[in-house]
């Protein structure tokens, strides 16, 4: 054979190597057609990846074709040729297999001869190829071991994308399970702050329907915890471990929500390049938390209520037939019963829905709460902002109950987070609180008051406090004052209370 015709077949195999070790991310399988390819074309008769196992320091076979003259069961670092190769670091060529005691004489008719290459990652060996061939007098050994030195070093590539690649999965599953002990515990029933008689019936609730599959209706006024009660019910159920996948029907535009819920087969539309799973797939398993259900498109609304009557749906463009098996929980602040009358939500899709309704009532109901909420958010928030804030002072304390809350929970919790920012003493006073909350009996803060000031700051606080227990109502507040509504019509002006905030 011709020198070239030799070349040329080496970069066959070359190329053959590297295709074989880049298509795939199973290393086992590629490393296999690595050795069938060095035996088909330089008659190889075995050959051998052995490598070092990072965990356990032993030598294994990883891939082996037909057998080698080295012994392929698990060893030692320095035993056997192979084991000197990976402690040393250096190729070792042995002409004649049957003079090396270290070797196994298989009983075959032929002379072999054995060369195994480190492999080696980081310029640290890792792993070693060995290779049998027919023992020739004038074979260029330095030739052979060049050779097989790239083809070793092909492997080691390979080797290190597999296990940066594996890492990765790893370093992911670990956060994964991570992340899914945090979502347990923030969803964890005492992390629901309140103890008023409405929030204990909502906990009730939630306790007898979280472990069935029954569709959940949560209603509520914005900010009043709904989303929070959804994550409830979900991490209290059976599917705690499968995914707890959210939609905010009134985030996408009606054009997107359908690919969005159901997903969308290739060439479903222009720009659908490959298949995408919708929402309800991804939540196979698990609840599908459809937010702002009110705000859900008519066309969108059939659609949904026929997976709620079949579990079954198709994807966009696709004809098969998807069956999901997807708990429902949706929740809206919208008076769905006034939209049904108005047509633009369907009744055959509220029943659906409305199988075991949920209110979460608004802050104002639950006053007992308020303070409760304001202590948890001033921990959490203090924490966060790395504030050693202990406590709110009673005039801000006043303040907080005595408002309304139109914006429930959430209003609370950004007022108290405002309230941690810019506070740089132990509590929390008045003028901490944002102006809504301001009212002159809660300024006790704020010193040295002229006596009319004074005087006008009580009487304000006064009115105030029987408003708020009147609802606003004048006339009994009036009465309560022992004063006559004319002259408490004045002084509302007067201090532009606007007795409407009180309903
Ligand atoms: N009982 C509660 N205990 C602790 N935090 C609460 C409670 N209720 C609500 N929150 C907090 O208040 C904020 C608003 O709650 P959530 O988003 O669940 O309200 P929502 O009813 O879904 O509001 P919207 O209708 O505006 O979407 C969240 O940050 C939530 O963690
Ligand atoms: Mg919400």
Redesign the pocket.
């Known amino acids: 054979m011709s020198e070239q015709t030799g070349d040329i077949r080496k970069l066959t195999t070359l190329l053959e190597v590297s295709q074989s070790l880049s298509g795939t991310l199973n290393l086992k399988a590629a490393l296999h057609r690595v050795l069938e390819t060095l035996e088909r074309h330089h008659g190889m008769i075995g050959s051998a990846v052995m490598l070092l196992s990072e965990d356990t320091g032993e030598i294994h076979t990883e891939a082996l074709n037909g057998l080698t003259s080295d012994n392929h069961s698990v060893h030692q670092m320095g035993e056997g040729i192979t084991g000197r190769v990976i402690e040393s670091g250096k190729p070792i060529v042995i002409p004649q297999v049957s003079r090396e005691p270290a070797l196994i004489r298989r009983r075959s008719r032929e002379e072999l001869s054995f060369i195994s290459v480190p492999i080696t990652l980081n310029r640290k060996p890792v792993g070693a190829l060995g290779v049998d061939l027919r023992f020739k007098k004038d074979r260029d050994y330095d030739r052979s071991v060049k050779f097989l030195k790239v083809v070793a070093s092909m492997i080691a590539q390979a080797l290190k994308v597999q296990r940066s690649v594996e890492a990765e999965r790893r370093r992911l599953l670990d956060e994964n399970i991570h992340l899914q002990q945090e979502l347990r515990e923030r969803y964890d029933f005492s992390n629901i702050i309140g103890t008023s008689g409405p929030m204990r019936q909502v906990y009730e609730q939630v306790s007898q329907v979280a472990r069935t599959n029954t569709t959940v209706l949560i209603r509520g006024e914005s900010g009043t915890g ?2 929070l009660i959804a994550h409830a019910i979900h991490y209290n159920s059976l599917r705690a471990r499968k995914p707890f996948i959210k939609v905010s029907c009134a985030a996408l535009p009606d054009t997107l929500i359908e690919s969005e819920l159901f997903g969308y087969e290739k060439g479903a539309f222009t720009g659908a390049q490959a298949r995408k799973k919708g929402r309800f797939e991804m939540a196979e398993g698990g609840t599908l938390f459809l ?1 702002e259900i009110g705000d859900l498109n008519l066309s969108t609304q059939v659609k949904l209520l026929r997976v709620l009557q079949e579990r079954e749906f198709e994807r966009l463009g696709g004809a098969e037939t998807v069956k999901v098996n997807v708990r429902l929980i949706a ?1 809206t602040n919208k008076d769905l019963e006034q939209a049904i009358a108005e047509g633009g939500f369907r009744e055959d899709l509220y029943y659906r829905l409305n199988v075991f309704a949920i209110f979460v009532p608004p802050l104002r109901e639950r006053k007992p709460d308020v303070l409760l909420l304001a202590d948890h958010f001033l921990e959490k928030y203090a924490r966060e902002h790395g504030k050693n804030i202990k406590r709110i002072s009673t005039p801000a304390i006043d303040m907080i109950t005595a408002y309304h809350w139109p914006g429930n929970v959430r209003e609370l919790e950004n007022c108290i987070e405002r309230a941690a920012l810019v506070c740089e003493g132990h509590a929390i006073h008045g003028h901490h609180l944002p102006p809504t909350l301001q009212t002159a009996s809660a300024s006790g803060t704020v010193t040295r008051l002229s006596m009319t000031a004074a005087i006008e700051a009580y009487e304000k606080d006064l009115i105030l406090d029987a408003l708020k227990t009147t609802r606003g109502n004048r006339a009994r507040a009036a009465a309560l004052l022992g004063t006559t509504e004319r002259i408490l019509g004045y002084k509302v002006k007067k201090y532009a209370i606007d007795c409407n905030r009180f309903r």
């Open positions: 709904k989303e937010d929740a």
